[in-house]
């Protein structure tokens, strides 16, 4: 059972047992309570002294069923190393694409371990999107530096095995899946090899998994094949101290991501996993066979077994306090070895937190703000009490690194204490940025800083940092402030220490209970409006600036720079925001001069308060499922001069699961209504020179079924119909056109492969714009995706590009005549193109909105 971390004044040998703990990530939600029957679980936990790696490539590909199995019906240690935090997909609840979309899918996953009991890892790589081989991935991934990050999680969480999802070839169906695999393979034997990345042996010793195996199953083999050779688990048993089965439990955890739309339903009973051996010692009947995963694996642990056996023996469900001096027994057998054993280290924090749960001891640390500014006065409000007759006191509360201690008080059962402790932020504190987003990144791979200093207080002589090594991997920041607290066991004289975040409690008249966490904020951040900014001709444009105050009378000036040959007036602007969190927006009028080079460039604001510069936004995101995350983007945003001509003013734009492409055609100077479903009628649509579809809209919007109708007589009627690219599985009706077309997987993942015009003389390659080659350079990500894989022939195709190897694919483009209208079907990623700036994409669009006009 996983109990959270709570120690962090530890010796750095333990950071190599738990990364997490140390750190004090920042789970963000309520301190967790456990019932008697989970407590119980994490007893007989503690005499299960064995640990499983699972190995993939993205958020949503791990097995949550074989993990909740593992972790929670055999008791092990399990984690899931995801070598991308997704950030290269699509998003199914809302607008945010690359880093923002891979925080999101961090927080899901986290969501996920917190179900079904593992623990979350990550390598440095960026998901740059679909890749289709291995051999492609790493010509975009730092393969040397993928490996080293998945040696280090391996020495550190020493797995007895690895489990991969996906074979090393083809079969993987992605190339970011076969990379994985083969990577695994590698690092099953470089873990244990003192040459292969030697560096990291400051902090661990090299190991050695004893097998390493890949998960299998029907989706892999072909229909007939035998799966007599492979080794088999049962995954589908009912764990009766959690009142589920695993396959229940999975099905909640693979429904926290839901930005991938992978709600999924539980299932019950027998439910069998395939494992073959790719390397290691061969197993005739379990993966684990041959490891000893008793206390007999550890020197002296045989006295330690038997004493957690009592423990086990003797436990009152009824009262699990009654537990505690046993427990005590087990802790003190434990210091007395846990020198130089990592398992004796592991275990003494989880004896610490069983004692802690066993005594109903509940601890918080709220913040009296939700963000706070460098050098801005707080308070902190420690909560404490305990359930149970078993006299426990706080010694002492400290805030890490800044106020020394305080106490002791004795807690009174069932009686609510609480210690305010005021503090000062220190002036040099970091911003709360995903430390995985401090640096710039390349297209393959996140830079993490060489150190990250959480702050350092005045008078100390030594900062709360964290080293590069000690970050890599770790699925979410260190919190910003954390308290730790001096628990003493009065009737035994024993005393440890129990670390806890600072986080932020509201309670919302829907909701509850919120937390997130403390988030340290500057002076004043500075929101650029819009995604990109795009000039048609030479006639000025407004762009908004927005300020926002982290704290209370923040004045200064802000200014836009600008490339050679623009203007921007004025040249600054003053500010003054009196309140905390509250906004001024500022406008400029920007215009290009004689000497501005069409194309794309970067328009910059920065602000400066007390002769300090500073040029971070703020960006919340916010979803109930996950909590709320706050990004600070370079307050910048492209600028385009761009050639354009259109046709037609009058937009209509159903949203399906999320895009900015409506503002990327304000910029052009169209009027854009987005549509509800109820607007869908031939007789509300006809005031429109063109309607457009939202990416993924037949898979998001169930009405679409019955709206069809509605929409196809418009286009019969004379309208000009744009349907952006559908996921091939899930659509809401069996046809999304007017004649049939077959949706497939098939995309062109390199965004600037060369295109073939197959009909040169086509309106949507000519008017009112004349498409040129160049318009497909400086893509970014993907150049399309989901292309149908047959058509009617009533379809027209327009264009024709593949990725290196492979046949012409002509569906990027489909245009039908339909009645006195038109109906286009595009996988092209629009949504990606135009809030990047590409002008080329700016201009196909234009054109097919202009189709027949």
């Known amino acids: 059972m996983p109990f959270p971390r709570f120690r962090a004044a530890v010796p750095a040998l333990l950071l190599l047992v738990n990364c997490s703990f140390l750190l004090g990530v920042a789970h963000a939600q309520a301190p967790k309570t456990y019932t008697s029957s989970e407590i119980l679980l994490g007893l007989k936990k503690l005499n299960v002294l064995g640990s499983v790696l699972y190995i993939a490539a993205h958020p949503d590909d791990e097995n949550t069923r074989l993990i909740a199995y593992l972790a929670n019906g055999r008791l092990l240690e399990t984690g899931y190393l995801s070598c991308t935090r997704g950030d290269g ?3 199914l609840i809302g607008p945010e694409l690359r880093e923002q979309l891979g925080v ?6 986290l969501a996920a371990r917190r179900i079904d009991g593992g623990r979350q890892f990550f390598t440095r790589a960026n998901d740059f999107g679909f890749s289709k081989t291995a051999e492609e991935t790493f010509t975009i991934w730092d393969k040397e530096q993928v490996l080293a990050d998945m040696v280090w999680t391996i020495r550190q969480r020493r797995p007895d095995v690895l489990i991969t999802r996906f074979p090393p070839d083809a079969r993987a169906g992605h190339g970011h899946h076969t990379a994985s695999a083969i990577l695994a393979a590698e690092a099953f034997a470089a873990a244990g090899d003192p040459k292969r990345f030697p560096e990291q042996l400051r902090y661990v010793q090299p190991w050695q998994p004893k097998r390493l195996f890949w998960n299998t199953g029907s989706f892999f083999v072909k229909p007939g094949d035998s799966m007599d050779g492979y080794l088999r688990l049962d995954a589908g048993g009912y764990n009766p101290l959690l009142g589920q ?29 395939y494992l073959q051996l790719v390397k290691g010692e061969k197993a005739t009947t379990d993966p684990f066979e041959g490891v000893d995963m008793s206390w007999n694996r550890v020197p002296g642990g045989v006295a330690v077994g038997k004493l957690v056996d009592e423990v086990i023996r003797k436990y009152d469900a009824g009262n699990p306090s009654a537990s505690v001096a046993r427990l005590l027994k087990v802790r003190a057998a434990l210091e007395k070895m846990s020198g130089g054993n990592l398992w004796a280290k592991e ?9 802690h749960s066993s005594l109903g001891l509940y601890l918080e640390a709220r913040a009296n703000m939700a963000a706070v500014t460098l050098g801005q ?13 078993t006299t426990v006191s706080i010694e002492h509360l400290s805030v890490v690194g800044l106020v020394d201690t305080v106490g ?3 807690l009174v059962p069932n009686i609510v204490t609480a210690t305010a402790l005021a503090i000062k932020l220190p002036g040099n504190a970091a911003l709360s940025q995903p430390y995985w987003l401090i640096n710039a990144s390349s297209p393959g791979m996140y830079s993490v ?12 002589t030594k900062p709360v940092t964290f080293n590069q090594q000690t970050l890599i991997g770790q699925p979410e920041n260190p ?9 003493r066991i009065n009737v035994a004289d024993v005393e440890f220490d129990i670390t806890i975040p600072v986080q932020y409690k509201s309670t919302d008249a829907v909701e509850g209970e919120k937390y997130r966490p403390l988030t340290v904020v500057p002076p004043v951040a500075v929101n650029i409006g819009g995604q990109a900014y795009v000039f048609a001709d030479n006639q000025p444009k407004t762009v908004p600036v927005t300020l926002r105050a982290g704290k209370a009378g923040v004045k200064g000036t802000v200014a836009l720079t600008l490339p050679a040959g623009w203007k921007a007036e004025p040249a600054a602007i003053p500010f003054d925001i009196a309140a905390k969190d509250a906004e001024q927006t500022v406008q400029f009028r920007v215009q290009p001069g004689p000497g501005a080079a069409a194309g794309k460039a970067a328009l910059r604001a920065t602000a400066t308060v007390g002769g300090q510069a500073y040029s971070r936004g703020y960006q919340a995101i916010q979803y109930n499922h996950i909590p709320t995350q706050i990004l600070f983007p370079e307050a910048v945003a492209p600028l385009v001069k761009l050639d354009v001509k259109r046709k037609g003013q009058q937009l209509g734009y159903l949203m399906g699961a999320g895009d900015e492409v409506p503002e990327a055609l304000r910029q052009l100077g169209y009027s854009v209504t987005l549509l509800k479903p109820e607007d869908i009628s031939a007789d509300n649509l006809h005031r429109f020179d063109a309607v457009l579809l939202g990416i993924r809209a037949y898979n998001t919007l169930d009405r679409l079924k019955t709206l069809q109708s509605g929409l196809l007589r418009y286009v019969e009627n004379g309208g000009n119909l744009i349907v952006q690219y559908t996921v091939a599985r899930g659509t809401v009706l069996p046809e999304i056109g007017p004649y049939p077309m077959k949706l497939s997987n098939d995309r062109v993942t390199v965004e600037n492969a060369p295109v073939t015009f197959l009909q040169p003389q086509h309106p949507l390659l000519n008017t009112p714009n004349k498409i040129t080659p160049q318009d497909f350079e400086g893509w970014q990500q993907e150049q399309g995706l989901y292309y149908p894989s047959t058509w009617d022939p009533k379809y027209q195709t327009i264009i024709s590009s593949q990725d290196p190897g492979e046949k012409p694919k002509e569906s990027a483009i489909l245009v039908a005549d339909y009645g006195k209208g038109h109906y286009i079907y595009t996988g092209l990623s629009f949504f990606r193109e135009l809030p990047a700036g590409v002008p080329g994409a700016y201009r196909l669009l234009t054109n097919m909105i202009s189709l027949g006009k």
């Open 89 to 91: 997909g699509q998003n």
């Open 479 to 487: 919190s910003a402030l954390s308290v730790k607290c001096r628990i």
């Open 347 to 355: 275990k003494l924090v989880e004896t610490e937190q069983l004692l």
């Open 449 to 460: 800083p060489d150190n990250v200093t959480l702050y350092q207080a005045p008078g100390k």
């Open 377 to 389: 006065p707080m308070t902190i409000t420690v909560e404490a009490v305990s359930r149970s007759k």
């Open 408 to 410: 002791p008080r004795t």
């Open 245 to 273: 089965s695993y396959g229940e439990i999975a099905a909640r955890s693979r429904s926290q991501h839901k930005s991938q739309g992978f709600g999924s339903a539980a299932t019950r009973g027998e439910a069998l996993e």
């Open 104 to 109: 999101i899918r961090t927080q899901e996953l």
